[in-house]
Nanobody, 122 residues
């Protein structure tokens, strides 16, 4: 059984920073790619960032240069550092895990957390 639990969301002013954390349980973590999606009201779900088991990362164009995904395999935790936040980053952010270890283009979130709300005020 795989469980993913996000934390770290909240309300922040534009230009500020937040760090999301995702604690993973189960055998998936160390061998598989992990990623963060986000879902804003009225918008399509967006794959924000992906990190493979070896640490290769890729990002959506909308967050490149501002967001950083990382993982600590010893702690079974994946992070999303979000800097220079914009109001359009407002969304529910979901931590996910794939059953494979592929990059952004082929990534598919199979296991999902419950999500954490990020709200950026202007």
């Amino acid at each position: 059984q795989v469980q993913l639990v996000e934390s770290g969301g909240g309300l922040v002013q534009a230009g500020g920073s937040l760090r999301l954390s995702c604690a993973a349980s189960g055998s998936i973590f160390s061998r598989n790619a992990m990623g963060w999606y986000r879902q804003a009201p009225g918008k399509q779900r967006e794959l924000v960032a992906v990190i493979t088991s070896g640490g290769s990362t890729n990002y959506a164009d909308s967050v490149k240069g501002r967001f950083t995904i990382s993982r600590d395999n010893a702690e079974n935790t994946v992070y999303l550092q979000m800097n220079r936040l914009k109001p359009e980053d407002t969304a529910v952010y979901y931590c996910t895990g794939d059953v494979r270890n592929l990059g952004y283009r082929d990534y598919k979130g199979v296991f999902w957390g419950h999500g954490t709300q990020v709200t950026v005020s202007s």
